[in-house]
T-cell receptor, first 113, second 115 residues
Framework: EDKVVQSPLSLVVHEGDTVTLNCSYE??????LLWYKQEKKAPTFLFML????IEKKSGRLSSILDKKELFSILNITATQTGDSAVYLC?????????????FGTGTRLKVLA | EAGVTQFPSHSVIEKGQTVTLRCDPI?????LYWYRRVMGKEIKFLLH????????ESGMPNNRFLAERTGGTYSTLKVQPAELEDSGVYFC?????????????FGQGTRLTVV
């Protein structure tokens, strides 16, 4: 069965800290890995990763994928209270002509002022 | 461009009643997905439409759940009769895949509470 595991489940840090969120996966017919940020409502897209070793960066956030070891990390530097959210990792697979998104449980990040 | 919209935002119904959730995907997106998040658990896949066809409904929990997408535009998810364990947040997402996968855009979710 396809599986996506995120760790830690929950994290509390202080403003200015750097955090690393982990996502590992075991799926058939991997196509890409996506990171989303969910605050109160709809998850919002952060990154899509398809190739190993290429870092994607957006401001203080960055992410990288390792397709050999089957994991990705999401780094947030100089955290701010506005970074508090649930961070979701999803893996897309392609089977029988259709794409499917498989989600992890999410990592709940709380940044204290 | 309007995003994915879901209606209602929150629904509270009694066990045994019927509820219908609606999702309007981004215009032009052929792929429409329904997901559900039960408290404390991961977001779980329910089903996937490509245009009006059900491509994959392997995640539907049982026959009390019925999803439709007539005309390939908006979709409805009906729960009849609702049970307590159906409570959760139901998310809809859409994507347009041509030659490579793109990110799915999510709606704000419908929180369903069955009492």
């Amino acid at each position: 069965e396809d599986k996506v595991v995120q760790s830690p489940l929950s994290l509390v840090v202080h403003e200015g800290d750097t955090v690393t969120l982990n996502c590992s996966y075991e799926v058939t017919n991997f196509r890409s890995l996506l990171w989303y940020k969910q605050e109160k409502k709809a998850p919002t897209f952060l990154f899509m990763l398809t190739s190993s070793g290429i870092e994607k960066k957006s401001g203080r956030l960055s992410s990288i994928l390792d397709k050999k070891e089957l994991f990705s990390i999401l780094n947030i530097t100089a955290t701010q209270t506005g970074d508090s959210a649930v961070y979701l990792c999803a893996v897309t697979t392609f089977t029988s002509g259709t794409y499917k998104y498989i989600f992890g449980t999410g990592t709940r990040l709380k940044v204290l002022a | 461009e309007a995003g994915v919209t879901q209606f209602p935002s929150h629904s509270v119904i009694e066990k045994g009643q019927t509820v219908t959730l609606r999702c309007d995907p981004i215009s032009g997106h052929d792929n429409l997905y329904w997901y559900r998040r039960v408290m404390g658990k991961e977001i779980k896949f329910l089903l996937h439409f490509v245009k009006e066809s059900k491509q994959d409904e392997s995640g539907m929990p049982n026959n009390r759940f019925l999803a439709e997408r007539t005309g390939g535009t908006y979709s409805t998810l009906k729960v009849q009769p609702a049970e307590l364990e159906d409570s959760g947040v139901y998310f809809c997402a859409s994507s347009q895949v041509k030659f490579k996968v793109t990110e799915a855009f999510f709606g704000q979710g419908t929180r369903l509470t069955v009492v």
